[in-house]
């Protein structure tokens, strides 16, 4: 199955706010802050050489997965910088195991390039295969990342 990927819209926020639901220890404030400036850009008109919507200002990237009907079934919320950070990402449980997920990585690696950071707690065998899969390693650890768990640092590309 072929995954779509591409920037959030002001249309998507409904869908992404229930899609972070799914997560663990979600980052409400900061996804509110990416949803705004998404909204920003919207009212504003702003759009790329392929009439998408373009990342989102200098401080956040916003990337959804969407099914058919172009309803978002998974997003990538990423904090943009030096190195580049993912925040959130999250596929809705009927849309897991479709590659969806390394689709909205693959897309956000052409689009930021790297450095490109994650924090995983140790415990999620499911996140850190999939970020080793696509050429993450591990970083460091940390017992502050997490409520309840250790976190592990992964970064892409590794610094060798």
């Known amino acids: 199955m ?3 990927i ?3 819209t002001a249309a998507d926020a409904a869908r992404i706010r229930t899609l972070q639901a799914e997560l ?3 980052a409400p404030t900061l996804l509110d802050a990416a949803l705004t400036q998404v909204d920003t850009a919207s009212n504003a ?3 790329t ?3 998408t919507s373009p990342a989102i200002g200098e401080s956040f990237g916003l990337f959804v ?3 058919n009907a172009d309803l978002a079934v998974g997003y990538l919320l990423a904090v943009t910088g030096e190195p580049t950070h993912i925040a959130e990402l999250v596929v809705e449980p009927a849309y897991r195991r479709e590659g969806r997920a390394k689709a909205l990585l693959a897309t956000m690696l052409e689009q930021y390039g790297h450095p490109i950071t994650v924090h995983v707690a140790v415990d999620n065998t499911a996140a850190r295969s999939l ?3 696509v050429g993450f390693q591990e970083q460091a650890r940390s017992d502050d990342q997490f409520d309840d768990t250790t976190g592990v640092t ?3 590309p590794s610094e060798d």
């Open 49 to 51: 050489a392929d009439n």
């Open 154 to 156: 992964l970064r892409y």
């Open 65 to 67: 997965s969407v099914n």
């Open 24 to 26: 663990t220890e979600p």
């Open 45 to 47: 008109g702003a759009t």
């Open 6 to 8: 591409r920037h959030a």
């Open 2 to 4: 072929r995954s779509t």
């Open 131 to 133: 970020y080793e899969a």
